[in-house]
């Protein structure tokens, strides 16, 4: 079986994996059943799985490149090691907790055929039961590092800053020009993401495909939203499988604000992640939680100050 005829690929899916194979299984099984839709290749780059990931791609679907990657580099340089390989017209970021439907990526692939203003597209992202996942969202701006998850978004519910961050107005169901949707279905002009250096190394796991999108935007390309391309995303199967999720988060998180605002960006994130470590300390402490979980907290708050 071939996935694309001898002619070169529309379309580059990379798939990061890491540790869900049965997701993964059902990830390629989807891809394999579209085959035929338009000419596309997949690779696939396993970051070091423990769970057989690597060897069941190799088993069950050999028609798809598989990359050995000898340790877990994360999400932004997992995804940058499969583009480098990536000989499509377009680069597709695809996370493994994900089910393509027929007719979605000709869909994707289509719109950007047609709108040679668009550098960036993406699919909208549906829970198992069909209803939308609100995943597009406004950058992130300083009072967005204020309000995000502290006591000051409990104090000042009626802020405006947390509806325009995650787009409250918007319901998912129509295709619409955004700032940022998320890198779990992403579909860009292959140029664009050899110009732009692909995701940014510093951004582990997370705010790489904001930084991307913002780095688009600023070149004068815009993003769609494209309502009509739906795929299947069993949201956080991945992420929440790291230990250090929390932590990468905040650490991330500075990465990004000190690269978009400079040290304004710097002192905020800092600043706010010590007011939410203080928060969940006492919060911990009130709760009796185990004295060596209190301490990771801590710690990781140091971390972030001294990053």
């Given amino acids: 079986m071939t996935v694309h005829p001898a002619s070169a690929p529309r379309l580059s899916i990379v798939v990061l994996s ?9 990830c390629l099984a989807s891809l394999r ?26 088993a069950e679907f050999d028609e798809f490149r598989l990359i050995r990657n000898g340790q877990n580099d994360g999400y932004a340089i997992g995804n940058n090691i499969g583009a480098r390989e990536a000989i499509g017209d377009y680069v597709m970021t695809l996370n493994s907790d994900t089910e393509v439907p027929p007719g979605a990526l000709t869909t994707l692939v289509t719109f950007l055929d047609d709108h040679p203003g668009h550098g960036i597209c993406a ?25 995000f998850d502290t006591i000051f978004d409990r ?15 918007f319901d998912h169901t129509t295709s619409r020009d955004v700032d940022q949707p998320p890198g779990a279905a992403l ?24 930084d991307l999108c913002r780095r688009a935007h600023e070149r004068g390309w815009k993003v769609a939203y494209i309502a009509e391309a739906r795929i299947l995303h069993h949201e956080g199967k991945s992420t929440s499988q790291f ?65």
């Avoid at 000042?156 to 787009?167: A, H, L, S, T, V």
């Avoid at 579909?187 to 110009?195: G, K, P, Q």
């Avoid at 905020?268 to 006492?282: D, F, L, P, Y």
């Fill in 33 to 58: 059943a579209v085959a035929g839709e338009l000419p596309f290749e997949v690779i696939v780059v396993d970051n070091d799985s423990a769970d057989d990931s690597a060897d069941m791609v190799a």
């Fill in 155 to 169: 104090k000042f519910p009626k802020n405006k800053e947390i509806p325009r961050y995650f787009m409250a107005d």
């Fill in 123 to 147: 699919p909208r992202l549906d829970h198992p039961d069909g209803t939308p996942q609100l995943s597009c969202k406004t950058f992130p701006t300083l009072r967005t590092a204020f309000f």
């Fill in 187 to 210: 579909v860009i002009r292959r140029e664009l993401w050899e110009t732009l250096g692909g995701f940014d190394p510093a951004l582990w796991l997370f705010f790489n495909d904001v």
């Fill in 18 to 26: 890491w540790n869900t194979v049965d997701l993964l299984r059902a």
């Fill in 243 to 307: 230990p250090e999720f929390g932590a990468i988060w905040h650490k991330n998180r500075l990465a990004y604000f000190r690269k978009t605002y400079g040290w304004r960006g710097t002192w905020t994130a800092k600043i706010m992640t010590a007011i939410r470590g203080w928060e969940e300390v006492r919060t911990m402490k009130k709760n009796e939680q185990p004295q060596e979980a209190i301490d990771r907290i801590k710690e990781v708050v140091r971390e972030v100050w001294r990053g």
